[in-house]
């Protein structure tokens, strides 16, 4: 399982890549490997106000219609129009191209809620036993 | 399956399983005045006193007089073949398939069913069908609001009251703000519309012809709703759609209407039909199954459900609707209806109902006292205004025969002596000269 180390993790298997008071986020391989062939997304929209925990997109898969939420609170900046025509790219690359939306977000603070990829790792195993 | 009911000591095991005395018991928080007082059903008959009694009951019922009611309603003509059709066992007996895949009939049919609704509406995608023309605008309504994350809708008062009520009741529990624009001189007034339509506006809801049987061209009402981001709905009534502009070319993203007059005979309570079409970019907030097109592993056509993951079996309580099967015999009628007759046929039943409907407003406006509304154009419905109430005239008409028409004091404030008369393409030259007749006897 694909966990990269630089970014930070939710317990519904949500990625966030901080970059300044910028965060990119998307959802983990773990989360996108349990979906199986994501066929469509349901993303925010530009401006919308997220809260942390709150839900922020939908995705479905061949399987099942699963909720995503906000790794952090804040306002939306861009959508990945790519998602609209190639879903697939969420279970190709979830980390790079399969990215959802990136957010301006309002409160440092909430980081201590998110997990980093050492805990992720340890989290996911737990899950597996 | 054989059906094994309980015994008493079944029933008996249950009840102390969960530590209840009695079955009255289970009842305890309903209030005892609310409780059924008694059932009162007679003693068992044999199967022919029964069906002396039901035939008694069904013979209170006025089945001979000529009919010129509509009000949402019509009384259309239905090809035996419909009903020879519709009850072949595999169509009439058959439940909602559980693995619809294996049921390739079924899907066809749904399938041309839904063609048929997207060629007669002119959008995109239909669903498999809805329960009535009643849920079927509140499904509608409930989609625009859920696409565009506001809750103000705007409500023509052109609207079937029976509509227009079941929007209420249903979400009377929920924070939607109605607001409702009055019809004038039987159009929509667009003043009105535009005073109320704004930024926090989800939907504008009209419908085509209208109640007083008023045909409009919204065109320019879809328009402006669309500049605000809100959605344009309209309910229809599906034959008028032979001749008239479709809701397609007008710009509305949702269409629904009652689909009864494809092939459904009339009857009270139904069972009866609603339709839905919308744009293809609202399809994943549509409700209900819908059924693709597509070829299986060795190239060929195959029907399947698809987009289910709107629905309830997989999204649960996030499904677009509680609305999991679709109204299938009612609609296989519609599509059996309208294959007869074909693009050809459709197109000179709409015309005949309107040409009957114009010569009828000529008759009519022969009677002194009589006054055929004529402010706007109308398919095959239209408004008369009589010097008496109308209540009463239809009582008189009964007696001469017909049905004559829908009194609209029931429904509107002040318009006590208004009457709404339908003419479909069963109406006779003759009938229609006899309803005139007696009409004018009875003034």
Known sequence: MNIPKNLFYTKDHEWARIDGKTAYVGITDYAAHSLGDITFVELPKINEALKQAGHCAT????????????????????????????????????????????????????????????????????LSK | MSYIPHTQEDIQQMLSTIGAKSIDELFKDIPVTLRPKSFNLPASKSEFAVTQVLGNLAAKNATGLVNFVGAGFYDH????????????????????????????????????????????????????????????????M?????????NKII????????????????????????????????????????????????????????????VDDYSDAVEKVHKFGALAIASVYPVSLGMLKTPGEMGFDIVTGEG???????????????????SSRL????????????????????????????????????????????????ALRAAVFVSLLGQGGFKELAEQNYQKAEFAKERL?????????????????????????????VQRMIEKGFACGFPLGRFYKGMDNYLLVAVTEKRTKEEICRFAGSLESVL
């Not at chain 1, 906000?70 to 969420?90: C, D, H, R, Y």
């Not at chain 1, 399969?98 to 201590?112: C, D, H, L, R």
């Not at chain 2, 709107?310 to 609305?323: G, L, V, Y």
Request: proline share 5%; hydrophobic share 40%.
């Open chain 2, 77 to 140: 003509f239905i090809p035996a073949a419909v009903d020879a059709l519709t009850n072949r066992s595999e169509f009439y007996t058959a439940y909602t398939p559980y693995q619809p895949e294996c049921s390739q009939g079924w899907l066809q049919s749904i399938y041309e069913y839904q063609s048929f609704i997207c060629e007669l509406t002119r959008l995109d995608v239909s669903n498999a069908s809805l329960y009535d023309g009643g849920t079927a605008l509140f499904e509608a």
């Open chain 2, 365 to 393: 406006s022969c009677i002194k006292g009589v006054q055929v509304k004529r402010a706007s154009p109308t398919f095959n419905e239209f408004t008369i205004c009589l010097p008496h109430p109308a209540d009463a005239v």
């Open chain 2, 260 to 278: 009864q007059s494809l092939g459904i005979p009339l009857s009270f309570g139904g069972p009866y039909l609603g339709f839905m079409a919308a």
């Open chain 2, 283 to 330: 399809v994943r907030q549509m409700p209900g199954r819908i059924v693709g097109s597509t070829v299986d592993s060795d190239g060929q056509r195959g029907f399947v459900l698809t987009l289910q993951t709107r629905e309830q079996h997989i999204r649960r309580e996030k499904a677009t609707s509680n609305i999991c099967s679709n109204e299938a015999l009612c």
């Open chain 2, 155 to 214: 409500l023509d008062s052109g609207v079937n009251l029976i509509y227009r009520t079941m929007l209420y009741t249903y979400t009377s529990n929920l924070s939607i703000e109605f607001v409702e624009i009055p019809v004038v001189h039987g159009q929509s007034c667009r003043q009105e519309l535009f005073k109320y339509l704004d930024d926090k506006t989800a939907a504008v809801i009209f419908q085509n012809p209208n109640f007083f049987g008023a």
């Open chain 2, 142 to 150: 409930m989609m625009a609001i859920r696409h565009t994350g506001r």
């Open chain 1, 59 to 126: 995705v479905e898969s061949v399987k099942a219609a699963s909720d995503v939420y906000a790794p952090l609170s804040g306002k939306v900046l861009t959508v990945n129009m790519q998602l609209a025509t190639n879903p697939e790219l969420i279970n190709q690359a979830p980390y790079e191209q399969g990215y959802f939306f990136t957010m301006e977000f309002s409160n440092e603070a909430e980081k201590v809620n998110l997990m980093d990829a050492a805990s992720y790792q340890q989290y996911l195993e737990g």
